[in-house]
């Protein structure tokens, strides 16, 4: 009974997915990183939005001693719900952005990262590797509008009868304008 439990929520929950880098491979002259990854690679799926294209992310990894900087490219296309209308859209990002790996429990970086994280984005790496899906993830969520909108002019839903406006116009169109004070002549009445 116990096994089909931990079975399941096993299945539920696949292990996370990264796009692991040895540092040992970081040389003098850096290292380029180009990989294109499908949708089904991100785990989106509480979101609401979702990745239609593949994902194109092109990376250039630095370091000094035992930070590594990265300075990242990704590209893809995504698919909204528009925030007034509710019909879905597509929309290209292209996106740029920096981040720095330093090693997990250094003390002596504590100082240093509150005052650079407003420029880099901070991530922790361990065991000689790294792991840029991360920030490759925050950056894509960063890229999302938080009110998508097909397009800055949409009409939008009828507030009455909930006819889409960018399609045609509904016949209570008209009551909108004055749509409070009709209200309040009701509550006098
Ligand atoms: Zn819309
Ligand atoms: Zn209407």
């Not at 970086?109 to 840029?132: A, F, M, P, Q, T």
């Not at 009828?158 to 304008?177: T, V």
Request: proline share 5%; aromatic share 8%.
């Amino acid at each position: 009974m116990k096994e089909v439990l931990h079975t399941k929520r096993f299945d539920s929950h696949p292990p996370p997915a990264g796009i692991w880098i040895d540092i040992e491979d970081i040389g003098v002259e850096g290292l380029i990183i180009d990989l294109v990854k499908s949708p089904s690679f991100f785990d989106f799926d509480d979101r609401d939005f979702k990745i239609v294209h593949d994902v194109t992310i092109n990376c250039s990894l630095s370091r000094s001693e035992h930070d590594v900087y990265l300075k990242g490219k990704v590209s893809t296309t995504l698919e909204f719900r528009c925030g007034r209308c509710i019909d879905n859209f597509i929309e290209d990002i292209d996106t740029e952005f920096s981040a720095e790996y330093i090693p997990e429990k250094k003390e002596y970086h504590k100082e240093e990262i509150e005052l650079g994280e407003s420029e880099l984005n901070v991530y922790y790496y361990e065991g000689g590797r790294l792991d840029i899906f991360p920030s490759v993830m925050d950056q894509i969520l960063l890229s999302i509008p938080i009110k998508p909108l097909c397009n800055e002019n949409c009409l939008g839903l009828c507030p009455h009868c909930g006819q889409k406006l960018n399609i045609h116009k509904c016949s209570c169109k008209e009551e909108d304008g004055d749509n409070r004070f009709s209200i309040l002549k009701r509550i006098q009445h």
